[in-house]
């Protein structure tokens, strides 16, 4: 979920960032015969938080900030009610006005998906995203809306919107007053005979993709479009392994961030068994007391083990499958910062 597409690196704003090393970690709790938890997975998310606010990406020597990575850790503190002040301080981040431009886009540039996803992190945190860093995000949605009811980048480098795009819009929008019928409609036909959703929009055939498909139940479930949702879920059934995790299509082993998403839309469309599968999978790849330091809370990207360059997103993606709250009713209000338990002991 982090990237909502693949935009080659003269289609990205920069932004000059300066960056220091990670911020101390948070002390993890755990003991040597039981697995670290959710609120453990995000304590090591929180710890590799550039200046403590914010993520980055590397593309080709050039670092850049990644807000969508960062705001996949916000939703990641929300579903496990912790590391609140983290998220302030990223939310914070967020709304500086070079930081907001250069993701959901300037001057004629604007993205649909990234100005939904940014709109539904303002509503995890509780704020109003018609008034979020001087930016009415609703308002700008709406003018992303397609006569076809499809949300569509306006950009001179193409339109790199996708069933996320849509989705994600189509959840920030139930949380604030509505999604429009033509968004929800123009979703409800993209369904595949199997049930299934595909990634990308008016393709010649229809190829149900397992993380659009995810997604898609949690926007059709935020609508009241049951019968939609369930489809896809009994889909999701068929291509759920017996380890418990999916793949990601054209992958060849289950994976942190796909079986994250299923588990939650499992959650939300009353699978629990399902979702159980996944979450067991989810908590088979994150690193317990026997794990370096370093690493544990984190969870790998597949069973093939811990990878720093894929842990950041597996671990607050694979989160959301963990602590199983619904993208449609997740928040961050209530208990938010846990406090420090003793590190794991031999």
Same mark, same amino acid.
């Given at each position: ?12 704003i920069? $932004? ?7 911020v ?36 080709? @020597?050039?670092t ?10 916000i ?5 496990? !009610? ?20 250069g993701y959901?886009? #300037?001057g ?12 539904l992190a ?9 008034r ?7 308002? =700008?949605?709406? /003018?992303?809306?397609?006569k ?21 819009? *189509? *959840?920030?929008?139930?949380r604030?007053? @509505?999604?429009?019928?033509? #968004?929800? /409609?123009? $979703? ?14 008016g393709? !010649?055939?229809?190829?149900?993709d ?24 009994r889909w $999701?059934?068929?291509?759920? !392994?017996?380890s ?9 082993a ?6 994250g998403l299923? @588990? ?12 159980? =599968? ?5 908590v ?18 597949s069973?093939?083990?811990?990878? /720093? ?9 694979? *989160? ?20 420090? $338990?003793p590190?794991?002991?031999?």
């Amino acid at each position: 979920m982090t990237h909502l597409r693949a935009r080659a690196s003269v289609f990205l704003i920069t $932004l000059t960032v300066g960056c220091t090393a990670a911020v101390a970690a948070p002390a993890l709790s755990a003991s040597a015969a039981a697995p670290a938890s959710a609120q453990e997975a995000s304590a090591w998310l929180a710890s590799q938080l550039v200046q403590g606010n914010h993520f980055v990406s590397v593309y080709e @020597g050039v670092t850049s900030p990644d807000q969508g990575e960062t705001i996949d850790a916000i939703l990641a503190f929300a579903a496990t !009610k912790s590391e609140n002040s983290y998220a302030s301080r990223a939310t914070t981040w967020l709304e500086q006005p070079a930081v907001l431009a250069g993701y959901i886009g #300037a001057g004629t540039e604007s993205y649909a998906g990234e100005t939904a996803k940014l709109a539904l992190a303002a509503e995890v945190r509780g704020l109003n995203p018609a008034r979020f860093g001087k930016v009415n995000l609703i308002a =700008r949605l709406g /003018k992303l809306l397609a006569k076809s009811g499809r949300y569509s980048d306006h950009s001179k480098y193409g339109d790199y919107s996708n069933a996320f795009s849509q989705a994600l819009a *189509i *959840i920030a929008l139930s949380r604030h007053g @509505g999604a429009p019928a033509s #968004a929800v /409609k123009f $979703l409800l036909a993209s369904e595949c005979k199997n049930g299934g959703y595909p990634l990308d929009f008016g393709q !010649k055939s229809c190829a149900s993709d397992t993380d659009a498909t995810a997604l898609d139940v949690q926007a059709l479930l935020a609508v009241g479009q049951r019968a939609a949702a369930w489809r896809g879920l009994r889909w $999701l059934a068929t291509v759920q !392994k017996s380890s418990g995790g999916l793949d990601a299509v054209g992958a060849s082993a289950p994976n942190a961030n796909t079986s994250g998403l299923a @588990g939650q839309a499992f959650e939300a469309g009353g699978w629990p068994l399902r979702a159980e =599968r996944a979450r067991k999978f989810l908590v088979s790849l994150q690193a317990g007391c026997s794990a370096p330091s370093a690493e544990r809370g984190a969870l790998a990207y597949s069973s093939s083990g811990f990878a /720093k360059s894929t842990a950041v997103d597996a671990t607050a993606q694979g *989160i959301l499958g963990i602590a199983d709250i619904s993208l449609a009713k997740l928040s961050s209000a209530g208990p938010g910062d846990v406090v420090p $338990l003793p590190a794991c002991q031999a």
